[in-house]
C-alpha cells in the first residue's frame, strides 16, 4: 500500500539502453559486495569493492562523459565535476575498508549505493531528457 519508496523502473531507467546496462551492472555489482559481505567473504568483498567496483565506476563515468559530448549535453563540465568528486571520495575511503574496518566499509558500501541511486535518479536523468528530447530515438553506442 502507498508509494513504493524506490520505483526501480520510473527512477532507474533512463531510457537509453547501453546506460541503463552499464547502470544495472554498476548495482548489480554493489550487491555482490554485499552477497560477499554477508557470506563472511570478507577480503574478496574488500578487493571487490575496491578493485572491480572502483575500476568500473571509472569505465561508466568515462563512458558517460562521452556520451554527453557526443549528443553536444551543455552541463556537461558541471556533470564531470559531480563525477570527480565522487571518484574522489571513493579514493579516500579505499584505505579506511583495507584497514579491516567492517563497520565502516558497511558504511561506505550503503552510501556508495545511495549515491550512485541518486545521482542516476537525479543528474543522469538529465543528460538523457536532453537527448531524449532532441532525439527520436536512435539508440547510441556508449
Ligand atoms: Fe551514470
Ligand atoms: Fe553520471
Not at 24 to 43: F, Q, Y
Not at 79 to 105: C, G, M, T, V
Amino acid at each position: 500500500m502507498g508509494k513504493k519508496l524506490f520505483d526501480f523502473d520510473t527512477e532507474f531507467k533512463l531510457g537509453i539502453d547501453s546506460v541503463d546496462s552499464e547502470h544495472i551492472k554498476l548495482v548489480d555489482m554493489l550487491n555482490d559486495v554485499h552477497t560477499l559481505l554477508s557470506e563472511g567473504k570478507r577480503d574478496e568483498a574488500r578487493h571487490y569493492f575496491n578493485q572491480t567496483l572502483a575500476s568500473y565506476v571509472n569505465e561508466h563515468f568515462a563512458n558517460e562523459e562521452k556520451f554527453m559530448e557526443s549528443i553536444g549535453f551543455p552541463f556537461l563540465d558541471e556533470h564531470r565535476k559531480i563525477h570527480e568528486n565522487f571518484k574522489h571520495s571513493f579514493h579516500e575511503l579505499q584505505p579506511l575498508i583495507e584497514s579491516y574496518d567492517e563497520a565502516a566499509f558497511r558504511k561506505a558500501l550503503n552510501d556508495a549505493f545511495t549515491w550512485i541511486i541518486t545521482h542516476i535518479g537525479k543528474t543522469d536523468k538529465k543528460y538523457a531528457t536532453f537527448y531524449l528530447s532532441q532525439n527520436s530515438g536512435k539508440s547510441p553506442r556508449v
